[in-house]
């Protein structure tokens, strides 16, 4: 399938999203693979995480267009780190779909959300007691993929893992919509004290 969403800013950030239904060579054959790169896709043994890996590494190689390959590992936390290239990036996968952003200079991050009530089950594990109260039964659901996308990317621009939804990740009040800015921090975190969050439905999910 072709890019479903590609967004190129002018300060050199980018985004784009993918719906992966091709067969591993599509990929590989569109990525400059270093040793690194073949070491880790060899580790997995499941088709649709292998799917899933090369989609995200290919979506890295359509936003940052250089000829030599792109060495993008993981940190002590997990977290994917350029190595020869300036800049910050960040992954997510839903289903069939993979999502990259990146830029040459500030932290980044990004979700992918479907619209699944999974989320419904979980609320209180996630939100402050004041966030909760702010929900509206009539769109309820929506506030809460919101919510939770927006707090998952929050969680990634930190980067470090053990960082509590509910006790660290605040977002301010918002009316959910199609589409929108929301304003959100990462408390004892001075460099995060103030973040702003696009947001966007799809047909496939929250983005």
């Given at each position: 399938m072709p890019l479903t969403l590609h967004h190129k800013f002018q300060d050199?950030?980018?985004?784009?999203?993918?719906?992966?239904d091709e067969e591993e060579d599509?990929?590989?054959?569109?990525?400059?693979?270093?040793?690194?790169?073949?070491?880790?896709?060899?580790?997995?043994?499941?088709?649709?995480?292998r799917r899933e890996w090369l989609a995200s590494r290919?979506?890295?190689?359509?936003?940052?267009d250089i000829p030599e390959p792109i060495q993008l590992e993981k940190d002590p936390f997990g977290k994917p780190r350029l190595v020869n290239v300036p800049g910050f990036m960040s992954l997510s996968h839903c289903k069939d779909y993979a999502a990259a952003i990146y830029h040459p200079l500030k932290r980044v991050g990004v979700d992918v959300e479907p619209f699944a009530p999974t989320v419904l089950k979980i609320a209180q594990k996630f939100l402050f007691p004041h966030e909760l109260?702010?929900?509206?039964?009539?769109t309820k659901l929506q506030s809460l993929l919101i919510y939770w996308s927006a707090k998952e990317t929050l969680y990634k621009m930190h980067g470090e893992k053990g960082l509590a939804f509910r006790e660290r990740i605040l977002i301010d009040p918002f009316?959910?919509?199609?589409?929108?800015?929301?304003?959100?921090?990462v408390t004892e975190y001075p460099e995060m004290d103030s973040v702003d969050i696009h947001y966007e439905a799809h047909d496939w999910g929250y983005l």
């Open positions: 050199g950030a980018g985004l784009a999203v993918w719906r992966y599509f990929f590989a054959e569109k990525i400059r693979f270093n040793d690194y790169d073949k070491e880790q896709l060899s580790a997995i043994s499941h088709p649709s995480k290919y979506l890295v190689r359509f936003l940052i109260e702010a929900l509206e039964e009539e009316e959910p919509d199609a589409a929108g800015m929301l304003h959100g921090k």
